[in-house]
């Protein structure tokens, strides 16, 4: 019995050696007592899930936050002193915050559950010397498997006898094209899981042929299990709005606390009675604290969720939507996120000219284009004979969809080059002319398959044969040129192996296409029919870039943002497609393989990850350690992809973003935000939409801390001069919670500034706040407090009612507060370039709050629960004069600014 605790390289080692190392007949598979052991020992064939977060544990986070615990804190208080109406406002707040957090939150991690739904669920399996079916969890290693057709890979096996074998392991390597599979007796130990053609891996599917193999590792030994474990490994980080928010949190209340307590002390040592000044002391906190801030930035990103939506962006996780908005570099998977994930016949070349074809992915709309001008098929002798040849050597099928577009059924390449034969219309002819008699399917050894089917027009039969031309050309005697069939000599040879390198350089997958005509056959065996071949033409294909993405990396750059392409794929084929859509520019660019990231330690892979473009071959822990790498160099990484092999790197990134149509689900449930469309273009809206939601949550943060400075120095100044104080806690607490609140979310949804997408990305350590913001703050709340103060004082000293005056001076500190909102639009643009109407959100809002302020001052229900009194118009007068010169002073300010910027030279 083999070490349980070791690691084997199974596909380096003989196969008769893996075999004895797992103690099994190949012909007789385990014994029934055997397998008990095995599974004694290995436990079941299935992942480990770690134990998920409870929706009452979720629910609790959503009290963990600093500035909610001092609400708390302050509720509890205000009920100690009786103040109830206070306390329950202050409670509701809070649990309004708790509910849309916990809602928008509730995801319980699903990855590993994804991750089981790619195990399969019964395997057949050789044991005692029979063949039976069982459910695939109770695989060991040892178990003899078969692999058929339509099969999904129940646990990672060497294979030690195939027939025809492809199997499409996209999901874990990120490779474009089925990958054929043979006993190769060993491979070198360091290679790839990519390049293990003797492997069949847990997750993958048999797209073709049939094999047997011997379970080598299952459950979380399997490659699948790996990527299981490296999710469950990365620990949730704070993104840097939730790192920055905490940071303003805490800063508002520990200068809270200095100022009342400051203000505490002063009144006692005055003389005044220390009850009174507590009293004071808690209504000056609550003016202080922004109590709605944490409700209106969760309201705000909700709402950015919305919008991105219908960019076609969907966010899981809410801090998510400001972070993408930060990201410095984008790291993107190449197979089906810059790429359509669709092989499509590109060039097909022949001896005297090469034909280009036109049309994307699986679609039949397209052209054949000689010099750039459209060629006729009737009038073409060589390209339809091509066409043909490519059609009927063919073991896949086309279905259609919808309109012009097709599903491939079988393998992509072959779906390729029938997608080109029905872009011609040939299709119906070719099926009505030809009459299939015999096959020789394709082998690893052969490289090449043929067909032999009978002209129904002559009666002639005709041997098709496609393959790589190592394989092909060899057997070619005479070659197909301008119409007629000429000789094949060593100079014509030399010319199509020329093509040939030429279109391998660019990345293509090539296939060499030949024909054979002759009367009769005895037998169509390989040695009677692959003889004696005319050559056609060179095919080249390649798994195009989408339309739109040169154009989106594009903007990508001129954001300041770096794209770096990561795949599983062949160096060539990903630097052919980076320099298709821009990533790399020059053609000595090399792209980073992941047997030299292997090699590497930490400390080189970051010296290289910031300049790195194009990574190639790499494994899930070669992902994962780019990510890493990134990061440590302070870069906000956002890293998309949508397989399986994927999903550490987008659990480990900044923001992970996963593909929503071809996306697994394992992608999508390890991701922070999934493409509806699929479309790496919408990455690029979906950071302008990010950037867009930080300017206008900073801008919300100063309009609401700007008028809580307001409020503080009001309060402040009238508890040193000794009057009453000219705002109540109640007041206070309808200010913050909702008065404020509306205007803030409306800025929540202003519309992005001109040249956003042209600045560079914010620094990782840039204050939500800087210093530059915060002078303006207090200069603004400066301004509001002495408006607020003002009315009051004018108020008080003329009459001496202390509720009338309060009741005014809390007219005018919402009125001013309320314009204070439209200044914050934009510190440098007066409110009259952006348009006084343009924000119609924030007209709403003022609306609204202006109609529940009457309503306030004028229902005696609600002038004694708020204290206030109804006001003459010549009152009215005077706080609306006071009102508005915030706005009046903020205009002055702009003009300045403006006047001192540097003018542009054009």
Known sequence: MFDQKKSYPWHALATTQVLHELDVDPHKGLASTEVQKRAAQFGPNQLREDKKISPLALLLEQFTDFIVLTLIASAIVSGFLGEWISAIAIVAIVILNAILGFVQEYRAEKALAALKQLSAPSAQVTRDGESKTIASIELVPGDIIHLRSGDLVPADARIFDAHMVKIDEATL???????????????????????????????????????????????????????????????????????????????????????????????????????????????????????????????????????????????????????????TFICTDKTGTLTENAMTVREIVFPHQTVLVTGEGYSSEGHFLVDGKPTEINHNRGLELALEIGALCNESQIQVTEGNNYRVVGDPTEG?????????????????????????????????????????????QVAFVKGALISVLPLCKRVQCDGQVIPLDDAMREQIRASNNQLANQARRLL????????????????????????????????????????AVTEAHSAGIQVAMITGDQAATALAVARDVGIVRSNSDKAVTGTEIEQMTDEELGKIALDARVYARVSPEHKLRIVQALKAQNQIVAMTGDGVNDAPALKEASIGVAMGVSGTDVAKEASDMVLLDDNFASIVAAIEEGRTIFENIRKFIQFVLSHNIGEVLAMFVATLLGWPLPLV??????????????????????????????????????????????????????????????????????????????????????????????????????????????????????????????????????????????????????????????????????????????????
């Open 173 to 327: 390597t990120g490779e474009s094209l089925a990958v054929d599979k043979a006993p190769v007796d060993s491979l070198a130990e360091n290679a790839g899981v990519a390049d293990r053609v003797n492997m069949a891996h847990a997750g993958t599917v048999v797209v073709r042929g049939r094999g047997q193999a011997v379970v080598t590792t299952t459950g979380m030994k399997t490659e699948l299990g790996h990527i299981a474990g490296m999710v469950q490994a990365i620990e949730e980080e704070e993104t840097p709005l939730q790192k920055r928010l905490d940071q303003v949190g805490k800063l508002i209340v520990y200068i809270s606390f200095a100022v009342v307590g400051i203000i505490f002390v002063v009144g006692v040592l005055r003389g005044d009675d220390w009850v009174k000044m507590f009293l004071v002391a808690v209504s000056l906190a609550v003016a202080a604290v922004p109590e709605g801030l944490a409700a209106v930035v969760t309201i705000a990103l909700a709402l950015g969720m919305r919008r991105m939506v219908q960019r076609h962006a969907l966010i899981r996780k809410l801090p998510a939507v400001e972070t993408l908005g930060a990201a």
């Open 416 to 460: 390729a080059l029938l997608i080109a034969a029905e872009k011609a219309r040939l299709l119906e002819h070719i099926e009505r002319q030809y009459r299939f008699v015999a096959e020789l399917p394709f082998d690893a050894t052969r490289k090449r398959m043929a067909t032999v089917h009978t002209d129904t027009e002559n009666g002639k």
């Open 512 to 551: 060499a296409l030949a024909y054979r005509e002759y009367n009769d056959v005895e037998t169509h065996s390989i040695e009677s029919v692959e003889k004696d071949l005319t050559f056609v033409a060179l095919v080249g294909m390649i798994d195009p870039p989408r339309p739109e993405t040169k154009q």
């Open 729 to 906: 806690p109640i007041q206070i607490l309808w200010i913050n919670l909702v008065t404020d609140s509306l205007p803030a979310l409306a800025l929540g949804v202003e519309k992005a500034e001109p040249g956003i997408m042209t600045r560079p990305p914010r620094s990782v350590d840039e204050k939500i706040l800087p210093n530059s913001l915060i002078a303006l703050m207090f200069f603004q709340g400066t301004i509001v407090g002495i408006s607020t103060l003002a009315v009051f004082a004018i108020e008080y000293f003329a009459s001496g009612d202390v509720e009338r005056a309060r009741a005014e001076s809390f007219a005018a500190s919402i009125l001013a507060q309320n314009v204070q909102a439209f200044n914050v639009r934009s510190n440098r643009l007066s409110l009259f370039q952006l348009g006084v109407l343009s924000n119609r959100y924030l007209i709403g809002a003022f609306t609204l709050v202006v109609s529940t302020l009457l309503a306030l001052m004028y229902l005696p229900p609600l002038q004694h629960i708020f204290e206030t009194a109804p006001l003459a118009l010549n009152d009215w007068a005077i706080i609306g004069g006071f009102a508005v010169l915030p706005l009046i002073v903020m205009e002055i300010y702009k003009v300045i600014v403006r006047a001192r910027e540097k003018p542009i030279v054009k």
